[in-house]
């Protein structure tokens, strides 16, 4: 099983404010996703990473950005938080294979002000 | 047009009896289904998986059936227990990895 971390796992911020939420995986898998999701609704893909260098945007429109300079490393960013932007984060990773399995880590939950 | 389904928002069993959870798919080129189990404020935990060219799959307490004609997957816990209460999702895989997820199902398992 995947070990991927995210922090900060809650956070409180104003309009306006930028923000970049941090995930990292320890299993040199070479996919990784990040899923938007509210509550009692499915999971949005909203950016996926097929390897270093490589970003796509997903099936839900998001305002956030994202970047994978290193395999371990893919961080989402907010330029210009809006309280539309209040859900939970959750980041995912894959290894490219017959078995799509995707590890979750603990998910960000943000609220904007 | 949602591809993957969960119709029950909700379900409530006995502990000890079985949990039959549902989940319903429109495009037969998902070549991969998933099951994962969340709870609040924490990331989805991978139950079970099977491919399309599986009927059935098992792992313990839970087993999950593919009915591929009807488009249609469950997942099934048997006994189910207390720390079993959850929202269950189902999930297909669609190009290269990429999933698609249902709504979820809320299940609560009474002691």
């Known amino acids: 099983e995947a070990d991927i971390y995210q922090t900060p796992r809650y956070l409180v911020i104003g309009t306006g404010k930028k923000i970049t939420l941090e995930c990292s995986q320890t299993?040199?898998?070479?996919?990784m996703y990040w899923y938007q999701q509210d509550p009692g609704m499915e999971l949005h893909l909203i950016h996926y990473s097929y390897g270093v260098n490589s970003t796509e945007k997903g099936d839900l429109s998001s305002e956030s950005t994202v970047s994978r300079i290193r395999t371990e490393h893919f961080p989402l960013t907010l330029e210009s938080a809006r309280p539309s932007h209040t859900s939970q984060y959750l980041c995912?990773?894959?290894?490219?294979?017959?078995?799509?399995?995707?590890?979750f880590g603990p998910g960000t939950r943000l609220l904007v002000l | 047009d949602q591809q993957v389904k969960q119709n029950s928002p909700s379900l409530s069993v006995q502990e000890g009896r079985i949990s039959i959870l549902n989940c319903d798919y429109t495009n037969s080129m998902f070549d991969y289904f998933l099951w994962y189990k969340k709870y609040p404020a924490e990331g989805p935990t991978f139950l079970i998986s099977i491919s399309s060219i599986k009927d059935k799959n098992e792992d313990g307490r839970f087993t999950v059936f593919l009915n591929k004609s009807a488009k249609h997957l469950s997942l099934h816990i048997v006994p189910s227990q207390p720390g079993d209460s959850a929202v269950y999702f189902c999930?297909?895989?669609?190009?290269?990895?990429?999933?698609?997820f249902g709504q979820g199902t809320t299940l609560q398992v009474k002691p």
């Open positions: 999930a297909a895989s669609l190009r290269r990895g990429k999933l698609i």
């Open positions: 995912a990773s894959s290894i490219t294979g017959v078995v799509k399995t995707q590890y």
């Open positions: 299993m040199g898998h070479d996919k």
